[in-house]
């Protein structure tokens, strides 16, 4: 039976459309502009991209990766301030460019007045993944990989979920796209993993199945009693 839910955020319950990638670009331009000299716009979409790969794969931190991404780009021209510049530009972009997937505003409604505790574990950075979740409506618990320390598919950041949730991890379902990171992770944590498949690719043949899939967001509503 299941009595919770744990999210995803990204491609799961929302998309933010490349928002941190603009942002980086918008900003490295406008300090380029400042010293009167062009900028490789091609340059800083790769230089952010690769860095933020690497924030997003736990191989570093946020800081850390910016860090690389203006040294590639600007060079000396990076300002000390870049780093808090860069998150203030995109937290300022969240309500331009995060949008809920199709059925999620009405399952959070549902699921809230079925009393049915659910929360988000996502892995990012706060308060960036915060305002992401409150642009698609959901109140619930916000776990970020960043303030928690580890993230998915560690067993540990699921067994954080759960205790924010107060369900034994048997008893919890995780949504999320990535059979990777949010369905091997949760399997491996004990609690019951829900693939949402609704993009195009396959999934692989060398990890355990999920407990369910579903093919519209919705269709969670579906798996509680």
């Keep these: 039976m299941i009595e919770a839910v744990g999210f995803d955020f990204d491609h799961t319950l929302g998309v933010d459309n490349k928002l941190e990638r603009v942002a980086f ?5 406008s300090i ?3 010293h009167g ?3 490789d716009e091609e340059r800083a979409y ?3 991209d690769y860095e933020i790969a690497r924030f997003r794969d736990g191989k570093c931190g946020l800081s850390e990766a910016l860090a690389g991404a203006f040294a590639a780009v600007l060079g000396k021209l990076t300002p000390p301030a870049a780093d808090r510049l860069f998150r203030e530009r995109a937290l300022s972009m969240v309500s331009q460019f995060v949008q809920p997937l199709p059925g999620v505003e009405r399952l ?8 049915v505790p659910h929360a988000i574990l996502t892995n990012g950075w706060n308060p960036l993944q915060q305002r992401k979740a409150d642009a ?3 109140r619930g618990p916000v776990l970020v990989s960043e303030d928690l320390g580890v993230r998915k598919p560690d067993p540990d950041a699921f067994r954080a979920l759960a205790a924010a949730l107060e369900t034994d991890v048997g008893q919890i379902a995780y949504v999320g796209d990535d059979p990777r990171v949010d369905i091997a992770g949760a399997l ?4 019951q993993a829900v693939w949402f498949h609704w993009e195009a690719h396959p999934y ?5 199945q999920p407990t369910e899939i579903v093919h519209r967001i919705g269709d969670v509503l579906s798996l509680l009693g």
Excluded: H, S
Excluded at 25 to 29: G, I, Y
Excluded at 204 to 208: A, E, S
């Design 37 to 39: 000299v062009p900028l």
């Design 25 to 29: 670009v918008e900003l490295a331009q």
């Design 108 to 115: 959070l409604v549902t699921l809230r007045e079925r009393n």
């Design 188 to 191: 491996a944590a004990g609690l």
């Design 46 to 48: 790769e230089a952010i």
């Design 32 to 34: 380029a502009a400042t």
């Design 136 to 138: 698609v409506g959901f």
């Design 204 to 208: 692989p043949d060398d990890i355990p």
